[in-house]
């Protein structure tokens, strides 16, 4: 036990509260603390400005094309089972950009080279064919994520179409959700747009080799980027986050909020920076886009010697054809069939 002494009730009384606290202390420090294991905290690399994190956000914005050789990893949500997901087998591929909103994906098995899928977008319309598995062979086509509603598990459930749910999570999958993680929308600061920042601290797994097993405390800057609605209430857009911790202090991770109430659309994370000689510029080499809501998940593993930026691509390269004659599902008119049925009257 922890007694007090006359000195310690005298210095109590001269000293007061403080005195106190400190005695406390230096019991409970000879006697009653023990010492337990912390994460270890990784030290930064010099600050940065916001204005710094702004500049580097709108980078970007001179890249007018963008492709490059990479392995994608699929995984669908809604066609798991219980708290399993569907995965796909690791697949190589092709993608190529275009500002402002033209795309084209192209994935192929590794070493037979047969095709899984191809996605076209022109900007006003996409087309995405799904050649594997056999028995989901597929043309998916609609209109893109400005004029058209996309479907969650529950809606999925509900629908009487059974193509539509065996591609789940599939059929959300929209080229500008791909084009925002590699173009990242500049910040223009202007009436209505606040961008505000704080220092987070992250309890993480240490991911350095040798380490495994262990945590680490390290330190991001998050960049908040909100606007204000009619009604004067500041609404979250976008999230930043860029890691002290790393050399270069990169970007890690952007997410993206499309509805009022704060519920998260998009959440990627960047990682693998390195640096491509010929254009002078830091580039991730590997990017994942986690739909989690739309119910699926993109990871590209990009080839860092294949990586071009701004060099002429074809018009035809984001012309939408299903040259293999395909069974086609149109998303389009799947929404105004049922749109007709919602506003049919009911009969009494």
């Known amino acids: ?58 980078s970007m914005v001179d890249i007018e094309t963008f492709s490059g050789q990479t392995v994608f990893h699929v995984r669908n949500y809604f066609t798991g089972s219980a708290r399993k997901a569907a995965e796909y087998p690791e697949a190589d591929g092709l993608i190529r950009l275009k500002r402002p909103s033209s795309i084209r994906m192209q994935i192929k098995l590794p070493v037979v080279g047969s ?37 969650d598990a529950a809606d999925l459930q509900e629908t009487k179409d059974p ?20 173009f990242v929308k500049p910040l223009n600061i202007a009436d209505g ?8 601290r992250q309890t993480e797994p240490d991911t350095r080799v040798g380490k495994s097993g262990r945590k680490v405390e390290k330190i991001y800057y998050i960049l908040y980027v909100v606007e204000r609605n009619g009604n004067g209430y500041g609404v979250l857009r976008r999230k930043f986050w860029f890691d002290r911790t790393q050399l270069g202090t990169p970007l890690v991770r952007q997410q993206t909020f499309e509805s009022s109430n704060g519920k998260i659309a998009s959440d990627i994370v960047y990682s693998d920076w390195f640096t491509i000689p010929e254009a002078n510029r830091s580039w991730p080499r590997r990017t994942e886009i986690d739909r989690r809501a739309d119910g699926y998940k993109f990871s590209l593993s990009l080839e860092k010697d294949s990586v071009e930026f701004n060099s002429e691509l074809s018009v035809s390269t984001y012309v939408p054809e299903n040259t293999e004659n395909l069974e086609e599902i149109n998303l389009d008119a799947q929404r105004k069939a049922t749109s007709a049925q919602d506003n049919a009257p009911k009969k009494r």
Request: charged content about 25%; overall charge positive; glycine content about 4%.
């Open 193 to 200: 747009v606040n961008i505000f920042r704080e220092e987070s």
């Open 115 to 151: 095709k899984v899928a191809d996605m076209v977008s022109d900007g006003e319309q996409f087309r995405i064919a799904i050649y594997l598995p056999s028995d989901k062979r597929r043309f998916i086509k609609g209109s893109n994520l400005q004029s058209l509603e996309q479907m």
């Open 163 to 182: 193509r539509l749910k065996e591609a789940g999570g599939l059929v959300n999958i929209r080229p500008q959700h791909f084009i925002d993680a590699f």
């Open 1 to 58: 036990m922890c007694k007090k002494d006359f000195w310690s009730e005298f210095i109590v009384r001269k000293y007061g509260i403080l005195a106190s606290l400190l005695l406390i202390v230096s019991l409970l420090g000879s006697a009653c603390v023990k010492k337990v294991t912390i994460p270890e905290a990784l030290p930064v690399f010099p600050a940065l400005s916001t204005d710094d994190l702004v500049k580097r956000v709108n």
